[in-house]
């Protein structure tokens, strides 16, 4: 029995050949059960090994597969939201190419979507394969994103999500070159729902960024992009050292008026320095960071650039 609705499936991806024919086989062993019409896009960065040779050859014995190729690298994030702003079905999973999010989970991700929900999520309920730093960090992010973030940013979710296309369609007006897409659905809203799920080990080789850094990356875009807090807290210590600077001036002047002999000495005054100075440093690496932002959205440069798009009538 087919269904009405036209299922997009986008997948970054960036060397990883080895991935590529088992994932296929897996999502379209997917579709055939769900008896929908379907395309899977692969939005890749410029591969160095055989990963564009492979998706080419199964694009051969089937159309509805079809690729983008970055100009030059551009990364995961900006892959992503090339694939969703290529896709023309009437819903759109994004899913990574490494297996760690198993394809299988569509099908109730699909159930939930025609329960009337325009988002959703697979949330994670446990994270195979992955070190102890990494699960630490990710917790941390995840933590201090929801405490300060001034939109709801589900824990323990990745981009591993089903959109409704009213979703992707306003995903298409925003223009935002710190694309953090699990913020800017939460900032989108509409009606959303989690899918629990053990995240497993990836199926071959490593990840393509950086564990600790990427991860830091990622947390950043978090609470920078969605979040003044910072800004605030470093307003909020400003005024305090402030404060405490007069007190302690004061204390210095009755102490001196009484005549009473202050031994405080070098060690006070290195502290004390130190102390302001990694303060002042503080402010404005978070100032620096929020006017990057600023800088760059200014400057109104792409977020990606397509060299070669297989599979689609013109670039867009």
């Not at 970055?70 to 297996?99: E, H, W």
């Not at 935002?176 to 900032?187: K, M, S, T």
């Not at 564990?211 to 950043?220: E, P, V």
């Amino acid at each position: 029995m087919t269904e009405s609705y036209k299922l997009s499936i986008v997948i970054p991806v960036y060397n990883e050949e080895k991935n590529i024919p088992a994932l296929i086989d897996r999502l379209k062993m997917v579709i055939i059960n769900l008896g929908c019409s379907y395309e899977l896009i692969f939005s890749m960065d410029p591969s160095t090994d055989l990963t564009e040779k492979i998706i080419l050859d199964f694009r051969e014995n089937d159309k509805n597969i079809k690729l983008i190729k970055m100009s030059r690298r551009f990364g995961q994030p900006a892959c992503t939201i090339a694939g969703i702003k290529y896709c023309n079905g009437d819903i759109c999973v994004v899913i990574d190419a490494d297996l760690q999010d198993p394809p299988e989970l569509i099908t109730e991700m699909i159930s939930k979507w025609k329960e009337g929900y325009d988002v959703v999520y697979a949330q994670r309920t446990h994270r195979d394969g992955e070190s102890f730093i990494k699960k630490c960090v990710a917790y941390s992010g995840y933590w201090i994103i929801d405490k300060i973030s001034d939109i709801k940013i589900p824990r323990n979710t990745g981009d591993f999500r089903l959109l409704d296309r009213k979703v992707i369609d306003q995903l298409k007006n925003i223009n935002d070159n710190d694309a953090f897409l699990r913020g800017l659905v939460a900032y989108i809203g509409f009606k959303q729902i989690a899918v629990p799920f053990r995240r497993n080990a990836r199926n071959d080789g490593k990840g393509k960024y950086n564990k600790f850094f990427g991860s830091i990356t990622i947390a950043l875009n978090g609470v920078l992009g969605f979040s003044k807090y910072p800004l605030h807290l470093i307003s909020v210590l400003g005024l305090i050292i402030s404060s405490f600077s007069i007190l302690l001036g004061l204390i210095y002047l009755f102490l001196k008026i009484i005549d009473y002999d202050i031994k405080w000495g070098n060690p006070t005054l290195v502290i004390l320095i130190s102390f302001l100075s990694g303060i002042q440093l503080l402010s404005l690496g978070i100032m620096g960071q929020y006017f990057a932002r600023m800088y760059d959205n200014i400057k109104e440069r792409p977020l990606y650039i397509v060299d070669e798009a297989h599979g689609f009538e013109e670039l867009k």
